[in-house]
């Protein structure tokens, strides 16, 4: 489909590092009306104590406080696997409505039976202020935003376009990076090809921000590339690299690879708009670890 590109538009993008889980969150601004987005936030969890926290989501705050930004949109790409979302903390403070590709339905229903989770687990989405489909567009102040399906690596992975800025999630790292796994339930590496062409059509300067680096062969962590770079030098699908070895790649490289740290809270936990699993007769809530399924 033809997309609603502006390269005429740049909004502000603000950056935040989060070092336990490699995991990059973006305050995305227009400049006229300080209005803003706020792109896959992190709430910082303690695996081994079981402890929840909130330093990495209270900078963001602390930024948007500091400039005078107003929040409308509270932005998941897909539902993570490696770090649990900060959203419902941030809309309690900051407001904005919380948002996700509509395919997070699919995601709910196979993890919902992985999980073993009762019927008060809603499978519908409603968890989810907004779920986006894909060529829908939604306004941050004077920006008009735009959303690409870009499934692969999940069913409901999503771009979010915002005039020359694309944010990308884990359908693609900075170009020593290469591509994100296609392994998990739901995942295709033909199809996560297909999404990074349609990606990689879109203007060679458009400016391209990654939700995770690792900085290969230990160079600096960076997390800002272009269209144009990731054409030419990205290690998995540069240089019109060809669907089939594409695929035979992924393929073998994702059968090497171990689950995530955080996979199972954090399914848990962003299946449910970063929510936490309702809490027990004691008052506290609980996380399951399913036995030999992952």
Same mark, same amino acid.
């Given at each position: 489909?033809?997309? @609603?590109? *502006?390269?005429?538009?740049? @909004? &502000?993008?603000?950056?935040?590092?989060?070092?336990?889980?490699?995991?990059?969150?973006?305050?995305?601004?227009?400049?006229?009306?300080?209005? /803003?987005?706020?792109?896959?936030? &992190?709430?910082?969890?303690?695996?081994?104590?079981?402890?929840?926290?909130?330093?990495?989501?209270?900078? +963001?705050?602390?930024?948007?406080?500091? #400039?005078?930004?107003?929040?409308?949109?509270?932005?998941?790409?897909?539902?993570? /696997?490696?770090?649990?979302?900060?959203?419902?903390?941030?809309? =309690?403070?900051?407001?904005?409505?919380?948002?996700?590709?509509?395919?997070?339905?699919? &995601?709910? *229903?196979?993890?919902?039976?992985?999980?073993?989770?009762?019927?008060?687990?809603?499978?519908?989405?409603?968890?989810?202020?907004?779920?986006?489909?894909?060529?829908?567009?939604?306004? +941050?102040?004077?920006?008009?935003?735009?959303?690409?399906?870009?499934?692969?690596?999940?069913?409901?992975?999503?771009?979010?376009?915002?005039?020359? /800025? /694309?944010?990308?999630?884990?359908?693609?790292?900075? $170009?020593?990076?290469?591509?994100?796994?296609?392994?998990?339930?739901?995942?295709?590496?033909?199809?996560?090809?297909?999404?990074?062409?349609?990606?990689?059509?879109? $203007?060679?300067?458009?400016?391209?921000?990654?939700?995770?680096?690792?900085?290969?062969?230990?160079?600096? +962590?960076?997390?800002?590339?272009?269209?144009?770079?990731?054409?030419?030098? #990205?290690?998995?699908?540069?240089?019109?690299?060809?669907?089939?070895?594409?695929?035979?790649?992924?393929?073998?490289?994702?059968?090497?690879?171990?689950?995530?740290?955080?996979?199972? $809270?954090?399914?848990?936990?962003?299946? =449910?708009?970063?929510?936490? @699993?309702?809490?027990?007769? *004691?008052?506290?809530?609980?996380?399951?670890?399913?036995?030999?399924?992952?």
């Amino acid at each position: 489909m033809s997309y @609603p590109v *502006n390269m005429e538009q740049t @909004p &502000v993008v603000k950056a935040f590092f989060d070092d336990d889980s490699n995991t990059i969150s973006y305050v995305v601004s227009d400049p006229e009306t300080k209005k /803003a987005a706020v792109i896959d936030s &992190v709430m910082d969890f303690d695996y081994a104590a079981g402890r929840t926290s909130f330093e990495s989501a209270d900078a +963001i705050i602390a930024y948007v406080k500091e #400039n005078g930004i107003s929040v409308d949109w509270l932005i998941e790409t897909h539902a993570h /696997a490696d770090h649990l979302s900060a959203a419902p903390y941030l809309q =309690r403070q900051l407001g904005g409505k919380i948002g996700i590709g509509s395919e997070i339905i699919t &995601v709910q *229903n196979v993890f919902g039976k992985i999980f073993n989770e009762g019927t008060e687990f809603q499978r519908d989405g409603s968890q989810f202020d907004r779920l986006f489909e894909e060529g829908d567009t939604y306004q +941050i102040g004077n920006l008009t935003a735009f959303v690409m399906h870009t499934p692969g690596h999940t069913p409901a992975d999503m771009v979010h376009v915002v005039g020359d /800025a /694309a944010f990308v999630g884990d359908t693609l790292f900075m $170009p020593d990076g290469g591509t994100a796994r296609a392994d998990f339930p739901g995942g295709d590496a033909g199809i996560l090809y297909d999404s990074i062409q349609r990606l990689l059509a879109l $203007p060679d300067d458009m400016r391209l921000f990654m939700c995770h680096d690792y900085g290969p062969n230990g160079r600096d +962590i960076r997390w800002e590339t272009t269209v144009g770079e990731e054409k030419e030098h #990205n290690i998995h699908v540069g240089k019109n690299a060809d669907r089939d070895t594409f695929i035979k790649m992924r393929s073998e490289r994702d059968a090497t690879l171990d689950m995530p740290r955080l996979i199972l $809270p954090s399914i848990q936990v962003n299946t =449910r708009a970063g929510q936490l @699993p309702k809490e027990e007769e *004691n008052g506290t809530s609980y996380l399951k670890v399913p036995l030999n399924l992952l």
